[in-house]
């Protein structure tokens, strides 16, 4: 398997454009989750989706963010406008927990870096 | 709820030295714990979990951690470092017996190994 991907590797952007950030989990994982990182907060929980359904989107900052997962294999994460505070790494990862509740661990993309101007 | 914490922002240790980078955890349950691994410019990976029974886990590249249930931590460890283990650490967590949770990740741990 490749693994998960994600496109673009690097993305530089005026303030004021939509971004669009895309991640293609590995194949046959039923949870797929977004994370940001940056120096000064870490690796924060965006949201998550299970069967191609959102379960928790608290960690979205605001309404500029949003993403979806039309069917199993894909997912976007959007931001319109963007913001220069909007800057840093997005990861997606995704994981296998089925019916027997395995241990979940993820496995991550190499991540999106974005640079808001 | 659940936590962890990573009490050391860096870790310094000389090549061929033994390192441990510390992490301790919080749940109202048992946990299940794993450590991963992150290169510049790359993706976290995964290295190693404790699920249960043996308490020492071995994992990718030389490392082990070491579960220890009295004292709520599980530092990772390997006898000898190499310059090429510089990466940042994170420690993570999940309850099992939430039903269901996300991991929950510290803040990470960057290890320097010293030529």
């Known amino acids: 398997d490749a693994g998960v991907i994600q496109s673009p590797r690097h993305e530089v952007t005026e303030m004021g454009q939509e971004v669009t950030l895309r991640c293609k989990p590995i194949?046959?994982?039923?949870?797929l989750f977004w994370y940001r990182q940056t120096m000064m907060r870490g690796l924060e929980l965006l949201i998550y989706f299970n069967n191609n359904v959102p379960i928790d989107d608290s960690g979205m900052p605001e309404d500029r963010f949003s993403a979806k997962m039309p069917n199993a294999s894909f997912s976007t994460l959007k931001i319109q406008p963007s913001e220069p505070r909007d800057s840093a790494v997005y990861f997606c990862a995704s994981s296998l927990r089925g019916l027997a509740g395995s241990t979940g661990e993820l496995f991550f993309g190499e991540g999106s870096r974005l640079t808001v101007l | 709820a659940q936590s962890v914490a990573q009490p050391e922002d860096q870790v310094n240790v000389a090549e061929g030295n033994p390192l441990t980078v510390k992490c301790t955890y919080s749940v109202s349950g048992n946990p299940y714990l794993f450590w991963y691994v992150q290169y510049p410019n790359r993706g976290l990976q995964f290295l190693l979990k404790?699920?249960?029974?043996?308490?020492l886990v071995k994992g990718s590249y030389g490392f082990e951690a070491e579960f220890n249930k009295s004292q709520t931590s599980f530092h990772l460890k390997k006898p000898s470092a190499l310059v090429s283990d510089s990466a940042l650490y994170f420690c993570a967590v999940r309850d099992i017996n939430s039903g269901y949770s996300t991991l929950t990740f510290g803040k990470g741990t960057m290890l320097l190994v010293s030529p």
């Open positions: 194949s046959g994982h039923d949870y």
């Open positions: 404790y699920i249960t029974g043996d308490n």
